[in-house]
């Protein structure tokens, strides 16, 4: 049960209440000035680097897991948990890439994610067109040494979300709301 | 800014990614943080939420058993837990406004959206840590107030009844601010 020690103070209205709670984490608000050259920022950069090493490896698996979420939509159809099993791989990719030194793949991810989201009847999705994204997004991790790397990747995305709007918006005809949605422009960088 | 010692703060991840949690836990160590929890779903995440009793959360929103949404909804019942007004800081690749509307009506403190960087995630502790909110409740909601800064120019009606001259937006009637402009 909450601790009354938890309210400091209580102002009653109308319809609410506005409670003012105890500061517990007013501890850590230190009076003296960081120290020069100290950079709270700058050391958790260094350790995040320092991480990186396994960066790529956690890439693989990350793509792997993408992969073999897609393979149980082709041998078992699209269920409540192969749909979820799909959408949570492609959006980790989505999510991660960038901090994982990929920036490049999050927008084929995210492209995927769209197209299983915004489907009314994920069933009606064309097999094809999830290979598509499956394999575009393990193309472009398995190029990116290349020096035209993020130019393919820019085209081929661009072509993926063509293709994805375009059924997009003929299942969700009778759905303006959400075609105001597939038509607005992308929040993931290309 | 403001020096924050985060060796005085205990932080909870919650996160189903192993690779998130890791990245997470390194920032967290990086800024000076000792004590570090980690859980890999919702109802892990609720269990560890009572037994280490943390300062800060950071949660996915996406999980399995409950998502992120689900487990502040859970933490923000007054009376339900120790601490119902555990600052919540929501880290997602949702980034959709209908998205963080959610986020913000089921009653987090912050929003981060991916792909997460050092900065980001300084800036929003340091948020909580320095600039709490008062919380609100209503018949439909508890949490942090939604409003974080009074707009003297809004026009429109005034949704929280019975409040003082410190709560009520004034609203400049729409005509005189047609006059004004013209």
Redesign the interface.
Known sequence: MASAKNTAAVRTFGDHEMITPENKLRKAVSKEPLPPGDDPIARAEQALSELSGEFASWMDSECNRLDAARHAVKSDGFDDVTKEALFHAAHDLKGHAATLGFPAVASAADSLCRLIELTPDVKRIPPVLVDQHVDAVRAIYREYARSDAKELAKLLTRRLREVTDEFLIGENRNRPDILEQIMGPSLVPE | ??????N??RFLVIDD?A??R??LR???????AREVYEAEDGASGLEAFTHYVP??IIVDW?MPIFDGLELTQMIRQ????????V?IIML?????KRRVIAARDAGITEFLA???S??G??ERIVN???N?R??????TYFGP?RRRLLNPTYIGPER?????KA?VIRQAPLLDKIRTQG
């Open positions: 800014m403001v020096r924050i010692e985060f005085r703060l990614n690779h998130m890791r990245i390194t920032l967290l160590h990086g800024f000076g300062d800060i996406a007054p009376g339900a837990n120790a601490n119902p007004y600052s997602t690749g949702h980034s959709e991916k792909p997460i050092a900065k995630l300084y909580v840590v320095a709490p008062p919380f609100i409740k209503t018949a107030d929280r009844k019975g409040g003082t709560d």
